[in-house]
Antibody
């Protein structure tokens, strides 16, 4: 199971840190990902982190503003979001890679999502 | 890399629905499909073109060749109504725009 937290209403230019708590699998063995969905729109990949945490990736649209990290000792990973704009308003889902080991870039377990609203 | 999906597909109850995902030489890539029902998180229904995760009915199948990947749903049920997204990796994960399936 995956469970996101940390969403909410924030002013433009503000920051939020999303968390995703994992259970039911060996967390450190799997790359983890963030995918977002603006209300009424499609899915958009945001960020990924390898099982060890040594490799991280973010979409061009959030490069320099969003940072992903993880704490394998507590089965949790994070998305730090800075300099938020209205275009970042979306449901943010955490998702697990389907296969262990390397990064496979497709997702077999998703959280329920947490809503981030950026508005003045 | 751009993935093109039909905006909507309608299928009669019990018939076969085909949802396509177009992309340049997509047949050379691994394509994955997700089902997202209203108000819910996406669910992986096909991975690496044609493989079904545990728990996904055999009615769901996938194919991929040339410039088109296809998700086929046989014996369509009302419970299959959802948005369906194709996805692949091309430098980063890329999603198609989604197809809304309606079962009449």
């Amino acid at each position: 199971e995956l469970m996101e937290s940390g969403g909410g209403l924030v002013h433009p230019g503000g920051s939020l840190r999303l968390s995703c708590t994992a259970s039911g699998f060996t967390f450190k063995n799997f790359a983890m990902n963030w995918v977002r969905q603006a209300p009424g729109k499609g899915l958009q990949w945001v960020s990924s982190i390898s099982g060890s945490g040594r490799r991280t990736f973010v979409a061009d649209s959030v490069q320099g503003r969003f940072t992903v990290s993880r704490d394998n000792s507590n089965n949790i990973f994070f998305l730090q979001m800075n300099s938020l704009t209205a275009e970042d308003t979306a449901f943010y889902y955490c998702a697990k890679d389907h296969e262990p080991g390397n990064m496979y870039w497709y997702f077999d377990l998703w959280g329920r999502g947490t809503l981030v609203s950026v508005s003045s | 890399y751009e993935l093109t999906q039909q905006v909507s597909v309608s299928v009669a109850l019990g018939q076969t629905a085909r949802i396509t995902c177009g992309g340049s030489n997509i047949g050379l890539k691994n394509v994955h499909w997700y089902q997202q029902k209203a108000g819910q998180a996406p669910v992986l229904v096909i991975f690496r073109d044609k493989n079904r995760p545990t728990g996904i009915p055999e009615r769901f199948s996938g194919s991929n060749s040339g410039n088109t990947a296809t998700l086929t749903i046989t014996r369509a049920q009302v419970g299959d109504e959802a948005d369906y997204y194709c996805q692949l990796w091309e430098t980063n994960p890329v999603f198609g725009g989604g197809t809304r399936l309606t079962v009449l």
